[in-house]
């Protein structure tokens, strides 16, 4: 069996479900502060902070790897080891305040990836004691197999991410197949003041929907699906954040920014798609930025 096949089996199978429901408690228990939950999300990154906090263990130790490998420059690779050790806390804080928002399916394979990275974790730590007790041998084994589990766990945490889209902006796919021309979205003064509407524009097979908030004479339109997960922001509520007039999402509390689509609070971590819009003789028409349709 492929690997893809085996954490897809575990993505389907309620098995770790009693595990997955305490510890998705106490990480939102120890999580509870609205402003280190969007600092660990990365909400004011725009991007999640998790496989960016990542690189530092997982560098350190494979530098150490091959330091080891050179008994001159040994030392050195005790050091990368001990920075990995210490980058790994943060990493894990990043990753849980992640991991705990997901759906169920996400969750399942994400406990197996922490169980990999813990035990890797204490693999480096004892390797850090032989050597400080004279134990290189010890310690280079001990490096090796924390290695071993480490890359194992990468790969865990690369199936999360492209298979299973965590951490993937939902938006951006939803934006993907609607139409590059300008979409009538009808009347302005059929849009109701402070409040998201849904309406849809032409997609490649289906209709996209559109999330429409009218403010006054001011129009801003987003793709439905929210970057995080995909809810429907229509089905949202507006309401200041923060300061600014946002969006929120309906199933995960996250609030993006009307005027920008920037996220202000998680966890979503990158923007919500957000289109042009221009009225014309009382219509209001939305089209895709340029960034998608190639044009200025």
């Known amino acids: 069996m492929s690997l893809l096949g085996f954490l897809d089996r575990i993505a389907d199978s309620p098995a770790l479900d009693g595990a997955d429901r305490p510890a998705r408690d106490a990480v939102q228990a120890a999580l509870r502060p609205q402003g280190l939950k969007d600092a660990l999300h990365g909400t004011w990154l725009g991007h999640p902070l998790h496989p960016v906090l990542a690189q530092v263990p997982v560098g350190s130790w494979l530098a150490a790897g091959l330091l080891d490998a050179v008994p001159p420059l040994r030392p050195a690779a005790t050091v990368l080891i001990g920075t990995g050790v210490a980058a790994a806390v943060p990493t894990a804080l990043a990753g849980s305040a992640d991991w705990s928002e997901q759906e169920v399916g996400v969750r399942r394979v994400g406990l197996v990836h922490a169980a990999l990275n813990t035990v890797a974790l204490g693999l480096y730590a004892g390797s850090l004691v032989a050597r400080r007790r004279g134990s290189g041998t010890t310690g280079r084994v001990l490096a090796y197999a924390g290695l071993a589990l480490a890359g194992g766990s990468a790969a865990v945490g690369g199936h999360m991410s492209y298979a299973q889209s965590s951490g993937a902006s939902h938006a951006a796919t939803a934006a993907r197949s609607l139409t590059h021309d300008w979409v009538d979205l009808g009347p302005l003064a059929d849009l109701p003041d402070g409040e998201p509407v849904r309406r849809s524009g032409e997609g490649t097979g289906e209709p996209v929907a559109l999330a429409v908030v009218r403010r006054g004479d001011r129009v801003d339109v987003l793709l439905d ?46 923007p919500q798609e957000k289109l042009l819009v221009r009225v014309e003789g009382g219509r209001v028409l939305a089209r895709l930025a340029g960034r998608h349709t190639g044009d200025d």
């Open 225 to 270: 699906a929210c970057a995080h997960l995909g809810g429907p922001l229509s089905e949202g509520t507006v309401t200041r954040v923060r300061g600014r007039d946002c969006l929120v999402c309906p199933w995960h509390d996250s609030a993006f920014d009307l005027e920008k689509g920037q996220p202000t609070r998680g966890p979503a971590a990158v």
